[in-house]
């Protein structure tokens, strides 16, 4: 039986991934750190399938204990500070969990598991504005706020501790991807949640930023069984994970109140201050490498995947009245 450690097991793309690992037979454990409050919402459908292992990225000894124990075949670390406009607000406390965090866990399977396979979630906002689109996996990185600076750093270091110290470590380029998982702070969440809550009568407006903003989103599941393919290959290599194509906020919008049998416009205001201090655009990734040599595919259309949240959004509101 193979074993896998997955860091930020508690999150969006965590939660799934344990569940196909667990599917695929394999042995998970999952990093969670303590929170006084809770924060086993994703994960308390796994209870007694992951063994849940205490420890922190900004904590080395819990990290070293944590690969010590599992002595996991792979490592997935998707644990991070996410949230880019929080990145602008506390830029320190970002580059410690997200950047300085996978130097800690690198040098934990370096000395404790060193032949485990490892995946590195890095982001599309390591492009920043970037110079070229779509992007590959050659694309220079240009970011532009503190969460990309550390994703980049980050990234760098997984490739160098491939090159320097050999190890199977590797980075895939993920761009947005959403979910009934996602947090509501994320736009598009906050759309279908939104739309929802209007039509169940929970809310009279909702206010967004740019309109006209462009987006490549996919669905998580589809970014998390590339994340599995990518280590499952011969050689470490790094990859985009995007749909390849981008859609933009008005067109979400209305995707999701269509859904919901209302005119979008009656609804809607655009308010400045949810504009992005420093709006990254034209992020859309090649998918050409991933395709050609994993055979990966997105296999959730955009249009579905709307129609699939608001429709949770929707169950999830009237379960709660
Ligand atoms: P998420 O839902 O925000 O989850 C982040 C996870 O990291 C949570 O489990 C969180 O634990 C954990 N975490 C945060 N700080 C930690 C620390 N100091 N020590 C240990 N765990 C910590 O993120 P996601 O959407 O699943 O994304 C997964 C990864 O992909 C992240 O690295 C993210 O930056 C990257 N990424 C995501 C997207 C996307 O669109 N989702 C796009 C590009 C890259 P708590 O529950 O305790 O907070």
Known sequence: MKKALITG???????????????????????????????????????????ILSGDLLDQCSLMDAVSYAQPDEIYNLASQSYVPLSWTQPALTAEYTALGVSRLLESIRRCKSDARFYQASSSEVFGQPDESPQTERTAFRPRNPYGVAKAYAHWMTINYRQQYGLYSCCGVTYTHESPRRGTEFVFR??????????????????????????DWCYAKDAVRAMWMMLQQEQPDDYIIASGETHSVRELVQTAFDCVGLNWEEYVSVDPNFYRPDEAVQLVGSIDKIRRQLNWEPQYPFKQLVELMVDHDLKELSEAQ
């Open 9 to 51: 097991l508690t999150g969006q793309d965590g939660s799934y991934l344990a569940e196909l690992l667990l599917e695929q037979g394999y042995q998970v454990f999952g990093l969670v750190r303590r929170s006084s409050s809770g924060n086993a919402d994703r994960i308390s459908h796994l209870s007694g399938t992951v063994e």
């Open 190 to 215: 906050k759309i279908t949640r939104g739309a929802a809550l209007i039509k169940m009568g929970l809310a009279k407006e909702l206010k967004l930023g740019n309109l006209d903003a462009k987006r």
